[in-house]
């Protein structure tokens, strides 16, 4: 089965993707490794890439869907795959279509903003060892001081709520587009999701086998 999974920032499609992935015993394809995958390989597009990162530019699209058909051609996508974190943009999605790449499957997990808002600016991180924690569904056991090493928390500059609002307007703009165009070719799904991660996992898991 080859799905692609959508979803604003935050709402969890990453640890989904990861989870379906392992169940079914396919690869979760991330642009963002699959990139940094092909410039240390020197491919072809990976050369190319290459060259647009250095000049400060952004990667082409035609170049990233170059990358991707690569990683789709190896052995260990011959039984199917996930695309997590593309296509973004309807142009992209286009993309791939016009290059044979079949999708079964559309799987959008569903968050409200203001739910992805609380969810993101409570998460804290140790500046010292890494560890996480969350203002309401991680407490430390001293407020803003981290159990293991005792250092101070933070917020990442990615998790304030500023930058969580802009991302989320970037993703309305831009990728939340793609629910429409799935939906017109009957392959999407859009799964709410919950409170606790579990649950959320066997809605996916029954959209995917219904």
């Known amino acids: ?11 969890g499609k990453g640890t989904q993707a990861e989870y379906v992935s392992e169940k079914y015993a396919i690869p979760s394809v991330s642009t963002g490794n699959i990139i940094r995958a092909a410039l240390k390989n020197g491919t072809p597009t990976g050369l190319q890439a290459k060259a647009y990162i250095e000049a400060g530019q952004l990667v082409p699209d035609e170049v990233v869907i170059g990358i991707i058909k ?3 051609a ?3 996508c011959a039984n199917g795959f996930i695309l997590d974190g593309f296509p973004r943009t309807i142009p992209q999605a286009e993309a791939l279509d016009n290059m ?18 609380k969810r993101m600016s409570g998460r804290r991180v140790c500046k010292s060892c890494g560890a996480s924690y969350h203002t309401e569904y991680k407490k430390p056991a001293q407020e803003g001081v981290c159990n293991n090493c005792g250092s101070e928390l933070v917020i990442r500059s990615d ?10 307007k970037v993703y309305h703009a831009e990728t939340e587009p793609l629910k429409e165009y799935y939906a017109k070719s009957g392959k999407l799904v859009i799964v709410e999701g919950q409170e606790e991660v579990n649950d ?11």
Do not use: C, H, Q, W
């Open 1 to 11: 089965m080859n799905i692609i999974f959508l979803g604003a920032p935050g709402a």
């Open 70 to 72: 690569e990683r789709l």
């Open 74 to 76: 190896e052995d260990d």
């Open 100 to 117: 044979g790449i079949s999708i079964d499957k559309v799987i959008d997990i569903e968050v409200p903003d203001a739910a992805i808002v």
């Open 159 to 168: 998790d304030a709520p500023e930058t969580v609002l802009e991302r989320l």
């Open 200 to 210: 959320t996992k066997a809605l996916v898991v029954k959209a995917l086998e219904a």
